[in-house]
T-cell receptor, first 113, second 109 residues
């Protein structure tokens, strides 16, 4: 059973560019959340998708947007990249029932130069 | 806004001794998670604590939750080198997790 898969694993971009990160949830999971983890810090919640809609959003600017597809996979898009967007981006999936555990992917390491 | 504080932020352990990591949070929540992260890796789920007084144990790690005090502890018994990692607590807040800053643990001989 494949767990949460993310692509790419590493990415280097320059300021002002746009980036798309991808996530396939664990089999049977219908909810996908995205987190940003800066070096030496805990993950910060970006947003969560359920039934192809954004259900919750953290304190991130509109430059961060997402999408969920009918097969529950998800994309995170970041426009107009800033140096401060350099971080590990983690995708987590779960089933939408109560008290469900999150499973995290291995992450995408984004470096903005 | 929910705040989650962990202490200590850095913990140097001696092999064979016992230690505790503390996690305080600012608003009511009945669900708390502990994760482990190795350098350059993703988060590995250790425990899910779902109610007041919940206690979970796995090997040398034991986690507990006191929702009235808004406090969770992660107790490490007889530390071994393999436990070197960063440990995060995270509090469930309306479908999203709020993480602490993490406790970086180093176990020395």
């Amino acid at each position: 059973d494949a767990g949460v898969t993310q692509s790419p694993t590493h990415l280097i971009k320059t300021r002002g560019q746009q980036v798309t990160l991808r996530c396939s949830p664990k089999s049977g999971h219908d909810t996908v959340s995205w987190y940003q983890q800066a070096l030496g810090q805990g993950p910060q919640f970006i947003f969560q998708y359920y039934e192809e809609e954004e259900r919750q959003r953290g304190n991130f600017p509109d430059r961060f947007s997402g999408h969920q597809f009918p097969n529950y996979s998800s994309e995170l898009n970041v426009n107009a990249l800033l140096l401060g967007d350099s971080a590990l981006y983690l995708c987590a999936s779960s089933f939408s029932g109560p008290n469900e555990k999150l499973f995290f992917g291995s992450g995408t390491q984004l470096s903005v130069l | 806004e929910l705040k989650v504080e962990q202490n200590p932020l850095f913990l140097s352990m001696q092999e064979g001794k016992n230690y505790t990591i503390y996690c305080n949070y600012s608003t009511t929540s009945d669900r708390l998670y502990w994760y482990r992260q190795d350098p350059g890796k993703s988060l590995e789920s250790l425990f899910v604590l779902l109610s007041n007084g919940a206690v979970k144990q796995e090997g040398r790690l034991m986690a507990s939750l006191d929702t009235k005090a808004r406090l969770s502890t992660l107790h490490i018994t007889a530390a071994v080198h393999d436990l070197s990692a960063t440990y995060f607590c995270a509090v469930d807040n309306d479908y999203k997790l709020s993480f602490g800053a993490g406790t970086t643990v180093t176990v020395r001989a």
